[in-house]
C-alpha cells in the first residue's frame, strides 16, 4: 500500500536554529514528491516539486532534497514567519490523485 | 502567475439551505480538484474534473454535487448538509492529470453547518 509518513509530528525552533523535517514514502514508481507549505485556516502554498533522487531545490531559506526513500525539508536559520504546517504529497494510484503526510507544525520563536 | 481563487471565503448555513462554492484559475489548467480538510489533518480528495468531464469521485454523498461549467470554472453545490460537513474546502488545478503535473492550491472555503 501506498503510504506517507512525515516526521516529527511537531517541531519547535528557535530563531536561527536550522532543522530539517523527514518525509518517508512506499510508492511503486515515483513520479514526483511535492512539498507545500499551509498556514492555519488558509489553502496548501506549493513549495517544490522533485522527480528524481538526488535532485535539490532551493528557496530563501528552504532546501528540499530526495533519495529512493525520503525526503528531506531543510531550513537554515529559521525565522518566526516560518512558522507553518509542511506538508508532503506523492501522486498514487490513478488520475494523479496525491497521498499526504499527515503534516508537519513547525513553530519559530523569536 | 499561479493563482486560484474561491468564493466565498466563510460560509455558514443550515442543515436545509442551498449553496455553492465557486473555484475559478486562469493558467490554462485543464484538470481541477475539490478536496475537503478537517482541523489537524491533511486534504482529502473529493472531486477531480478533466477537460470538464468527472474523472473522480472519492464516493462522496450525493449532497456534495460538482459542476465544471467550462476550463475555468469548477462549483460545488451544497445541500442538505451536516454539521460534520462543517471544513475547509478546498479547490485545486493542474495542468493536466501526469503524475508529476503540480497541483495549485485556492485560498478556501471555510465551511461552518449549524
Known amino acids: 500500500e501506498d503510504q506517507v509518513t512525515q516526521s516529527p509530528e511537531a517541531l519547535r525552533l528557535q530563531e536561527g536554529e536550522s532543522s530539517s523535517l523527514n518525509c518517508s514514502y512506499t510508492?511503486?514508481?515515483?513520479?514526483?514528491l511535492f512539498w507545500y507549505r499551509q498556514d492555519p485556516g488558509k489553502g496548501p502554498e506549493f513549495l517544490f516539486t522533485?522527480?528524481?533522487a538526488g535532485e535539490e531545490k532551493e528557496k530563501e531559506r528552504l532546501k528540499a532534497t530526495l533519495t529512493k526513500k525520503e525526503s528531506f525539508l531543510h531550513i537554515t536559520a529559521p525565522k518566526p514567519e516560518d512558522s507553518a504546517t509542511y506538508l508532503c504529497?506523492?501522486?498514487?494510484?490513478?488520475?494523479?490523485?496525491?497521498?499526504f503526510g499527515k503534516g508537519i507544525t513547525l513553530s519559530v520563536r523569536p | 502567475d499561479t493563482e486560484v481563487t474561491q468564493t466565498p471565503k466563510h460560509l455558514v448555513m443550515g442543515m436545509t439551505n442551498k449553496k455553492s462554492l465557486k473555484c475559478e484559475q486562469h493558467?490554462?489548467?485543464?484538470?481541477m480538484y475539490w478536496y475537503k480538510q478537517k482541523a489537524k489533518k491533511p486534504p482529502e480528495l473529493m472531486f477531480v474534473?478533466?477537460?470538464?468531464?468527472?474523472?473522480i469521485n472519492e464516493s462522496v454523498p450525493s449532497r456534495f454535487s460538482p459542476e465544471c461549467p467550462n476550463s475555468s470554472l469548477l462549483n460545488l453545490h451544497l445541500h442538505a448538509l451536516q454539521p460534520e460537513d462543517s471544513a475547509l474546502y478546498l479547490c485545486?488545478?493542474?495542468?493536466?492529470?501526469?503524475?508529476?503535473?503540480?497541483?495549485?492550491f485556492g485560498p478556501g472555503t471555510r465551511l461552518t453547518v449549524l
Open positions: 504529497a506523492v501522486p498514487t494510484g490513478a488520475n494523479s490523485k496525491l497521498t
Open positions: 522533485l522527480y528524481s
Open positions: 485545486a488545478s493542474s495542468l493536466g492529470l501526469q503524475h508529476g503535473d503540480t497541483q495549485y
Open positions: 493558467m490554462g489548467h485543464r484538470a
Open positions: 474534473y478533466s477537460y470538464e468531464k468527472l474523472s
Open positions: 510508492v511503486s514508481g515515483l513520479r514526483g
